[in-house]
T-cell receptor, first 115, second 115 residues
Framework: GDSVTQMEGPVTLSEEAFLTINCTYT??????LFWYVQYPGEGLQLLLK?????DKGSNKGFEATYRKETTSFHLEKGSVQVSDSAVYFC??????????????FGTGTQLKVEL | DAGVIQSPRHEVTEMGQEVTLRCKPI?????LFWYRQTMMRGLELLIY????????DSGMPEDRFSAKMPNASFSTLKIQPSEPRDSAVYFC?????????????FGPGTRLTVL
């Protein structure tokens, strides 16, 4: 079945450091790919998405490129801030028999940014 | 737009009691998801509705768990009887389309503690 593998955390960085969180996937067909972010005490919210190969999703300085050849969707940011401290989830969409779709999530990577 | 609304935000109950969690999806969304999040197992999809009809309940852990969606604007997740291992944060999410390209919008979650 479909699956998502992302790097384990926690990842601890100093402010203004470069961030990479690796994500690879296994899926049949051509799923859409997503990064969600969860701040403490809140629900998940969409950070960025890409719906086809070579698409680049971007938001709030974060970027990720849909790489079909390497089945990857790595999240990057050039200069992190303390406010970026959160848990980041990589996900892919799966079409369900009977209609609709569901998201398959990775285990999440906690990011801690220190001054 | 009020977003996905969940109630209660926190629930503390004793083992054996019935627990009912409530969700109001975003108006116009036709798909609704219930998730459970724990430290041990991460984010798990429990059940999914499309146009008020349960499509995939393979994630519901036991017969003690049941979910209903009597209309397009309301869903419940019930646990009867509750057990300490049910303690988790339960999220409801909704989405507008079933193509897989549209994001899921998450509610703030209900933190359930079963003593």
């Amino acid at each position: 079945g479909d699956s998502v593998t992302q790097m384990e955390g926690p990842v601890t960085l100093s402010e203004e450091a470069f961030l990479t969180i690796n994500c690879t996937y296994t899926a049949t067909g051509y799923p859409s790919l997503f990064w969600y972010v969860q701040y403490p005490g809140e629900g998940l919210q969409l950070l960025l998405k890409a719906t086809k190969a070579d698409d680049k999703g971007s938001n709030k300085g974060f970027e990720a490129t849909y790489r079909k050849e390497t089945t990857s969707f790595h999240l990057e940011k050039g200069s992190v801030q303390v406010s970026d401290s959160a848990v980041y989830f990589c996900a892919l969409s799966t079409i369900l028999t009977g209609g609709g779709n569901k998201l398959t999530f990775g285990t999440g990577t906690q990011l801690k940014v220190e001054l | 737009d009020a977003g996905v609304i969940q109630s209660p935000r926190h629930e503390v109950t004793e083992m054996g009691q019935e627990v009912t969690l409530r969700c109001k999806p975003i108006s116009g969304h036709n798909s609704l998801f219930w998730y459970r999040q724990t430290m041990m197992r991460g984010l798990e999809l429990l059940i999914y509705f499309n146009n008020n009809v349960p499509i995939d309940d393979s994630g519901m852990p036991e017969d003690r768990f049941s979910a209903k969606m009597p209309n397009a604007s309301f869903s419940t997740l019930k646990i009867q009887p509750s057990e300490p291992r049910d303690s988790a944060v339960y999220f409801c999410a909704s989405t507008e389309r079933t193509s897989g390209r549209h994001e899921q919008f998450f509610g703030p979650g209900t933190r359930l503690t079963v003593l």
